[in-house]
DNA sequence: CGCGATTTGTGCACCCCTTCACAAACACCT
DNA sequence: AGGTGTTTGTGAAGGGGTGCACAAATCGCG
């Protein structure tokens, strides 16, 4: 599930503040989940917890980190060094969750020899060197749309089958490529939406105002606070 | 539906190569969905299209716009100008798509005064201050996830109703605040699960794997390459 | 003016997810 | 050892989204 790293998430906070167990509720509620679903969701994994008690932190972290692949820091090759590449090539927050970014890369050669954080910028055509001499399983794409297909055939062609999308358009790629998109912008539209909506139902509360805002009630995309997706 | 933004951008491309009309299935192509669906989202805000010929690109595009509530600019408000920060305030993905930031802040007083992109940094206590002389309708979190919290009852405080989270926390707000999140170590953890779910389908594909890769199938986290969101 | 081709709009069935509710299991206390 | 309270795991019901398939509608052409 798409869940799961949130609870591991909750769970590394709980095992710092020193929580050895925790009930299914208590997970439950700083995910901010239903107990049930979380209950299910584990359940899926085979059963880790304890009735009467609740679920072995520890444990449970094992379980989750086994079952998403993080037992083993994974590399991932980031393309694209611009506004938004330079920020993840910089995010601290990768490092601390399972990932290294093992390579920086650009189309852009007055970009190549650039050290960023450590690591110095090379261009996208070494891709098969890169990937020959250090494992990557995932790549990330930041390129502006334009350049952001023939990045993804690229990282296909040396064997990447798993791409993290920040470009805003969509990727053809073959079948057993999983691609992720993240497009900030559709975020905020989202937002401006549920903004408009509100502002539309405030101002008429009797009609719901145009038929634009009264759609069928729980059109209200998915989840609020739901991690991209999923 | 969280589609719609989806389906702009889209329409937007077809606009731009001169396309005047767009079939179901063309825009359902480009963007990656069944075509029914796509004819049912859009007959949720009113029929507009015309049967045998299509819809019309540029009255869908206001449209749907409309429904988004992007016939007028909104202006974020961004809090936490650190590494994502900074590339956020220079991101020209949101002043093409409808939005436009109107206030970097930062709750580090040495960050104080420094101009990003045009823009001075300013303290986060001005908040008040900074939604009267510009009304602001969104807040864009981009802070250290235990500062995360405070920030968002800041915002709230000032009359924000929506919050875009790149924390990696779970943030509490009152009825009728609408908080989405984007948290990219979770992205990149989904991945790593298809990866270490098709390395081991692979090696075992007869068993499918131990009972953690052989969850009931469907599993495979809503979709893939949808905005987050799904 | 009529006919065929094309495309929209939608009723219907299906499936997955979510949620409630409860039985089974475990720990603790007496 | 037995009772009691707590918590897990799961069966069943409900709801919502998805996709198929078809009727209605429109355009273009003879």
Redesign the pocket.
Known sequence: ?S?LPEYLRALHALADSGHE???????ANAVG?????L??????L??????????DVALLIDQISSVLGLTQCRAVALVGVGNLGHALAGYDGFANRGFRIAALLDADRSRVGEEINGLVVRHVDELPAIVAEDSISIGVIATPAPAAQAVADQLVAVGVTSILNFAPCVLSVPDGVDVRKVDLAIELQILSFHEHRKASLTALPATGGSALTAL?????T??TQEAIGT
Do not use: F, I
Not at 33 to 37: C, E, I, L
Not at 46 to 55: D, F, M
């Open positions: 599930m869940r167990t925790v009930s299914s509720e208590g997970l989940v239903n107990s049930a679903k209950r299910k969701d584990l359940s899926h085979g059963s880790y917890g304890t009735r009467g008690v609740g679920y069928p009630g729980g059109l209200a998915t989840e």
